[in-house]
């Protein structure tokens, strides 16, 4: 093993054990002092193929949805944005997306950060 090899998986540890030690993680705690914007108003970019999103995390206020990309586009997947919408809507509240944040290990496993705020919910056009 040559030794740049293995400075990178001692790096790689060290930073997956921080990770682990230190509470919320990084994208949570950027999420939580982002304004936001409303899901209605995010850029959007076809649908996400590679795997169902799936909400995660869910509270009363704030949820997780956690998604693949094939591409490091910009923009957020349709279908993500409509399930923000959609969960937010069962309580008569709005999506407000706070942010994204990408895994360490898979660069194509995305997190998006959603809060649901009291506000007046619009049929899409």
Same mark, same amino acid.
């Given at each position: 093993?040559?030794?740049?090899?293995?400075?990178?998986?001692?790096?790689?540890?060290?930073?997956?054990?921080?990770?682990?030690?230190?509470?919320?993680?990084?994208?949570?705690?950027?999420?939580? $002092?982002?304004?936001?914007?409303? &899901?209605? =108003? !995010?850029?959007?970019?076809?649908?996400? /193929?590679?795997?169902?999103?799936?909400?995660?995390?869910?509270?009363?206020?704030?949820?997780?949805?956690?998604?693949?990309?094939?591409?490091?586009?910009?923009?957020?997947? $349709?279908?993500?944005?409509?399930? &923000?919408? =959609? !969960?937010?809507?069962?309580?008569?509240? /709005?999506?407000?997306?706070?942010?994204?944040?990408?895994?360490?290990?898979?660069?194509?496993?995305?997190?998006?950060?959603?809060?649901?705020?009291?506000?007046?919910?619009?049929?899409?056009?």
């Amino acid at each position: 093993m040559s030794r740049f090899t293995k400075l990178a998986v001692l790096a790689t540890l060290s930073g997956v054990t921080l990770a682990a030690c230190s509470g919320p993680d990084v994208g949570t705690r950027i999420a939580g $002092s982002a304004q936001g914007t409303p &899901a209605t =108003e !995010q850029r959007v970019t076809g649908k996400t /193929i590679l795997m169902t999103p799936r909400l995660e995390d869910v509270t009363e206020a704030s949820f997780n949805i956690r998604y693949m990309e094939m591409s490091f586009g910009t923009g957020t997947p $349709s279908n993500v944005r409509d399930l &923000a919408i =959609e !969960q937010c809507a069962k309580s008569d509240r /709005i999506a407000i997306h706070k942010g994204n944040s990408r895994g360490l290990i898979q660069l194509n496993t995305v997190k998006a950060y959603y809060e649901c705020a009291d506000g007046e919910v619009t049929a899409e056009k």
